[in-house]
């Protein structure tokens, strides 16, 4: 069974440019998370979605993030602009039911020069 | 703010030893999590407690939470070379977000 799914992997982009990271959660999970993980904070939940609505995006930095699901299948977080301080790894994770486990995503590394 | 404090941040040590990684809060977490993650790859969840004073094993892992569910203890016994990764603990702040510690980066050397 495949797991979730990011793309792409790494990212290198020069700041100030518009920054798509895409995520296709596991069949059947109706539950999706966004972290950021850098070294100095760690792993940081970002924003969730369950059915597809999204239910707590408190940890969303700045106007400049965006996260949107479509469909059960499909959900991408946005940057715009970026700036060099956005350089991390962000993953997606998701969950059948919000309180069950969650299963990662191996992440999109993100560079912004 | 919850935060989670893992310690030690770093830890190398020789195949065969014993190890106990920590996670401390002042906050109370409705259960806590495990994680373990490698290199290019995202965290991978190990085990969840929820009671106060649960006590779990995973074969040579021996996880602990604390009576007051504030804290928790992993203990390794007789380390091996693919233990190495990062260790992550998380909380769950009774809303079902997970807080996250900042990880516990174990190197066992052969």
């Known amino acids: 069974d495949a797991g979730v799914i990011q793309s792409p992997r790494h990212e290198v982009t020069e700041m100030g440019q518009e920054v798509t990271l895409r995520c296709k959660p596991i069949s059947g999970h109706n539950s999706l998370f966004w972290y950021r993980q850098t070294m100095m904070r760690g792993l940081e939940l970002l924003i969730y979605f369950n059915n597809n609505v999204p239910i707590d995006d408190s940890g969303m930095p700045e106007d400049r993030f965006s996260a949107k699901m479509p469909n059960a299948s499909f959900s991408t977080l946005k940057i715009q602009p970026s700036e060099p301080r956005d350089s991390a790894v962000y993953f997606c994770?998701?969950?059948?039911?919000?309180?069950?486990?969650?299963?990662f995503g191996p992440g999109t590394r993100l560079t912004v020069l | 703010t919850q935060l989670l404090e893992q310690s030690p941040q770093f830890l190398s040590i020789q195949e065969g030893e014993n190890l106990t990684v920590y996670c401390n809060s002042s906050s109370v977490f409705s259960s806590l999590q495990w994680y373990r993650q490698e290199p290019g790859e995202g965290p991978v969840l190990l085990v969840t407690?929820?009671?106060?004073?649960e006590v779990k094993k995973l074969k040579r892992l021996t996880f602990q939470f604390g009576d007051a569910r504030k804290d928790s203890s992993l203990h390794i016994t007789a380390a091996q070379p693919g233990d190495t990764g990062l260790y992550l603990c998380a909380g769950d702040d009774q809303g079902g977000k997970l807080i996250f510690g900042q990880g516990t980066e174990l190197s066992v050397k052969p």
């Open positions: 407690v929820v009671t106060g004073g």
């Open positions: 994770a998701s969950s059948k039911g919000f309180y069950n486990e969650q299963f």
